[in-house]
Structures are given as C-alpha cells and as structure tokens.
C-alpha cells in the first residue's frame, strides 16, 4: 500500500545534539513537507520541497535543515541551534493541485523529546 | 494573507447528540482548497474531507456533513449522532491552488464525546 512511513516513532535528544528524522514516501508525489505540533496547538509548517534538490524554508525554519536527494525521502534534522525542539513532527506529501485525488497524505509523526 | 480559525478550542457532548464543529477562513485566492482532518490520540492525521473553491454543494458521508459557505467564508463539520470513537482533535485546513501548496491550518478543536 502506498503512504508515508516516518521513524522513529520516539525519539530522545539530548541538549547540544543534532538528530534526524526520517520520512520516506511510495506515492510518487513532487511536493513533500514537514509540519510541528505543540500541545494544544495547530501544525506549523517548518520545511517544504516541491521538487528533487528544491526545498524552501517555512513558517518556522530555524534551528532545522532538510534536504531533498531523492524524491522518496525528505529527511529532517533538528540541530542544536533549535532552542525548543520538544515537539510531535509530522511529514507529509501531496500531489498536484489538479489531480483528482489531491489532498495531502500524512505519515504518523514522530515525538521528539530533549532529555 | 492566508488564515483558518476554529474559534471552538473544546467542545464535550455526550454520546448521540449532534455537535458542529466552526472553521472560519480568510484568502484573497479564488480557486483554493478546504479540508477537515481528524487527529485522534495515536496522532495521525486522517483525511475527512477536500472540497475546492468552485464547489459549493454540502456534502454528506455516513454520520459527517459538511457546510461550505463562500458568502461567509466558512467550513462548517456536523457529526449527528456522535460516539466515543468520534472523540479527537479535528482541524480545518486552507491550501490554495497556485504557490506552494502548502496548508494553513486552524488551531483545532478537542472534541470529547462521553458515553
């Protein structure tokens, strides 16, 4: 079946450490992007890629970086420089607007945590 | 610029009754798409519904309906007869078809459905 699988599920970081979270996708969709949630809160977008070797920053970029080798993967790495990196992570990807099934495809999300 | 409110941070019913769910939004685009996720405690995002700006017609599935309004800019979400399963965080989101693709969501509402 196709979808989004992000790992780990869990994920601990300690203060001072870089760490990456996966998200690959079997959809053969272009756009892929990368959302945070805090508690109680709504989704904010950190990172997107509309195409291979394309990525732009989002509503909250800093303290991040993605790349974008390979159209199935976009993987996120949250560097020290992220001050508050607690958070639930979410990776999700899209088709083209006209298509008819457009709608966004969201993998399960990734809890990180700074221990 | 782009912007979702779900002014319901809670809403709790008890099993049965009818409960609506208020998504309010702005763009300046004519052609945009609007959509309804649920989120339940695991924290994946389950698609409901995509409705694009052209199309106005309320839409029924099983116990879900769901009112577009463009005179009022809302995307309203009706479960009758709710049940504990429907108990979630459910969020309006806003994605237009020209730029980034990339959704703007509403803060959410908890929803809490008591036997």
């Known amino acids: 079946d196709g979808g989004i699988t992000q790992s780990p599920k869990y994920l601990f970081r300690k203060e001072g450490q870089n760490v990456t979270l996966s998200c690959e996708q079997n959809l053969n969709h272009d756009a892929m992007y990368w959302y945070r949630q805090d508690p109680g809160q709504g989704l904010r977008l950190i990172y997107y890629s509309q195409i291979v070797n394309d990525f732009q920053k989002g509503d909250i970029a800093e303290g991040y970086s993605v790349s974008r080798e390979k159209k199935e993967s976009f993987p996120l790495t949250v560097t020290s420089a992220q001050k508050n990196p607690t958070a639930f992570y979410l990776c999700?990807?899209?088709?083209?607007?006209?298509?008819?099934?457009?709608?966004?495809?969201f993998g399960s999300g990734t809890r990180l945590t700074v221990v | 610029a782009q912007k979702v409110t779900q002014a319901q941070t809670e809403i709790s019913v008890v099993e049965k009754e009818d409960v609506t769910l208020d998504c309010v939004y702005e763009?300046?685009?004519?052609?945009?798409?609007l959509f309804w996720y649920k989120q339940p405690p695991s924290g994946e995002l389950v698609f409901l519904i995509r409705r694009n700006s052209f199309d106005e017609q309320n839409e029924i599935s099983g116990r879900y309906s769901w009112n577009f309004q463009k005179s009022t800019s809302s995307f309203n979400f009706t479960i009758t007869a709710s049940q504990v399963v429907d108990s979630a965080v459910y969020f309006c989101a806003l994605s237009e078809e020209r730029g980034t693709g990339k959704l703007i969501f509403g803060q959410g509402t908890t929803l809490q459905v008591k036997p």
């Open positions: 763009t300046r685009d004519t052609t945009y798409y």
């Open positions: 999700a990807s899209n088709g083209p607007p006209g298509d008819a099934n457009y709608g966004y495809t």
